[in-house]
């Protein structure tokens, strides 16, 4: 039997039997390969701040083992984990006023990887000034650790965004995901609005709000760093926009959670900022900040003490709800994790909805090979010293359904319009920009209606 002829054949599953490998150039992330020397050459969150007490942290970050601690006059560290004199995990060390003392043999290493101390050893001996210990530079923003693990020489600017000081009053609140598969199916997800419409409203429940069962008409546009979906759906007489915003090579945003899109509004922006940091190529940490404020919330119904190591304020994130309950009402964790430890792209059959997905996937693949770089852009925006633009939105206009009937086609027109608006807002800054992206919300609504 043919092979074409094998896939259309009922009860058929034997010729089915094959597994073929994973996409190793954008899913494997350890030292040395593609996608590994690409996250490497930027800033990743590693843990919260509330995770390094007066104890260290083992932890491990795409495939190298490390430890975390806070010396006593309050610097981050982040060494290999295994003590460079005979290998002791150094998260059985003794946290020091200064950097981090062995357990076995009491050497004491700075956070630069500096040997301050090898107490065994002649006060004459010069073995502690022959080497360095393996660091790697951490710094704090907000309660979470963020590290850079690529070559020294290549150290980029710490990105702010735009969305972590705005709408005046917005606060960030810390919180990871332990998630045992491949960190990709799990960022995949932020370029796949359509999933929103089954899983989160049609399937089982309603997750977030009864607006989101509508599926949407999808478009997609190329911003600074990445890309965002435009997702339109018709509410009656309203037209809901969403935008959310990946930026390369694993940084994510949402807009708000519970949006009713039952009232017009012209620009509201960032509930959740995320970031797919590999443990190793089968595990990985959501780490991101909950964004707080009366504009994405108005409601009030986010609740900032549910954030926090492995733990989040809305359904269906984490993995610890008894098993029959995640197969009674499966979330984003069961749909994500279930795809296998490593999802395999070859067994896939993408359909239209998955043009967010294949684009995201594109967009990495050249950018591992070198024929786009994510960091220029970003680089430039950070030595402006102005916070960085996200493009990250939802807009509902009152505009009734067109006559003619050809309402998807419109949608999507809406769509690109309301990009375009959101484009040409990058000459703005701060509430300047929200202002004038609020004046053209209403003029699209009035040309329009
Ligand atoms: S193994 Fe760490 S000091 Fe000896
Ligand atoms: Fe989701």
């Excluded at 290998?87 to 050497?107: A, D, F, N, Q």
């Excluded at 759906?233 to 926009?241: E, F, K, Q, T």
């Excluded at 009366?294 to 610890?320: A, I, K, M, Y």
């Excluded at 995201?360 to 024929?371: A, F, K, N, P, Y």
């Amino acid at each position: 039997m043919t092979e074409a002829a094998s896939i259309r054949t009922p009860y058929g599953a034997y010729f089915m039997g094959d597994v073929p490998a994973h996409d190793s150039e954008l899913t494997e992330t350890g030292p040395g390969t593609p996608m590994g020397e690409l996250m490497r050459k930027f800033w990743q969150p590693v843990c919260l701040s509330r995770e390094l007490n007066d104890l260290p942290k083992a932890i491990r970050v795409m495939g190298e083992d490390l430890v975390a601690f806070r010396d006593r006059t309050g610097r981050i560290g982040l060494l290999h984990r295994h003590c460079s004199h005979r290998g002791t995990s150094l998260e059985y060390g003794i946290v020091s006023k200064r950097g981090i003392r062995c357990c076995y043999h009491g050497w004491l290493f700075d956070t630069d990887g500096t040997i301050l101390e090898t107490p065994g050893e002649p006060s004459d001996s010069r073995l502690k000034d022959s080497f360095r210990h393996g660091a790697y530079p951490a710094r704090e923003h907000d309660g979470l650790v963020f590290a850079y693990l690529g070559p020294p020489e290549d150290l980029p600017p710490f990105p702010i965004y735009d969305c972590y000081v705005e709408p005046a009053g917005n606060r960030l609140v810390p919180y990871s995901i332990w998630h045992p598969c491949n960190w990709l199916q799990v960022h995949d997800n932020v370029m796949d609005p359509v999933h929103a419409a089954f899983l989160h409203t049609r399937m089982s429940n309603v997750q977030l709000t009864e607006s989101y069962g509508a599926v949407p008409v999808l478009d997609f546009a190329d911003v600074p760093n990445g890309m965002v979906y435009i997702g339109s759906r018709r509410i009656g007489n309203l037209v809901w926009i969403k935008g959310n915003h990946t930026m390369l090579p694993n940084f994510g945003q949402t807009t708000a959670l519970w949006e009713t899109a039952e009232k017009v509004k012209y620009f509201t922006g960032v509930s959740l900022s995320k970031w797919i940091v590999p443990v190793d190529d089968t595990h990985c940490w959501m780490f991101g900040f909950r964004h707080f404020n009366g504009e994405v919330d108005p409601q009030g119904l986010g609740r900032e003490d549910q954030c926090g190591v492995d733990t989040v304020d809305f359904f269906g994130q984490t993995g610890h709800r008894s098993h029959e309950a995640m197969q009674r009402e499966p979330g984003d964790w069961e749909a994500q994790v279930s795809q296998r430890p490593i999802a395999i792209h070859a067994l896939e059959h993408l359909g239209t909805t998955d043009r967010g997905v294949a684009t995201l996937r594109r967009m990495l693949r050249r950018s591992v090979r070198g024929e786009y770089d994510p960091r220029t852009e970003l680089t430039r925006q950070c030595e402006s010293r102005k916070p960085i633009h996200t493009h990250c939105y939802d807009t509902v206009l009152g505009i009734p359904p067109r006559s003619n009937g050809d309402d998807r086609d419109f949608l999507r027109e809406l769509g690109q319009q309301v990009v375009g608006a959101v484009m040409d807002a990058d000459a703005y800054d701060g509430e300047e920009r929200r202002e004038y992206l609020r004046r053209r919300m209403r003029e699209l609504e009035t040309i329009h209606r």
